[in-house]
């Protein structure tokens, strides 16, 4: 079986827990903090990764991202829209 190859490029808002666990799997990942790009904003990321050919997560602030807010519901811990 194949395995898909793709190396991943996280934001600084991505916990490094995150990339660490990513990395136990095989795969490849960096973080902002790895490649020296604290501080950076998720557009100069986002050009960054492309530049280098990674894939890259985008931030639920980013307005790119597509993603929705969520909360947690206290009494079940599922999350739900706000």
Request: aromatic share 4%.
């Amino acid at each position: 079986m194949t395995r898909l190859s793709i190396e991943l490029n996280l934001d600084e808002d991505v916990s490094s827990i995150i990339a660490t666990l990513i990395r136990a799997r095989g795969y490849v990942a960096s973080t902002a903090r790895d490649e020296g790009r604290l501080g950076q904003s998720d557009d100069e990321q986002l050009a960054y990764a492309t530049e280098q050919g990674k894939a890259t997560s985008p931030t639920p602030s980013h307005p790119a991202s597509g993603a929705v807010a969520t909360q947690r519901n206290p009494h079940s811990n599922r999350p739900y829209r706000s």
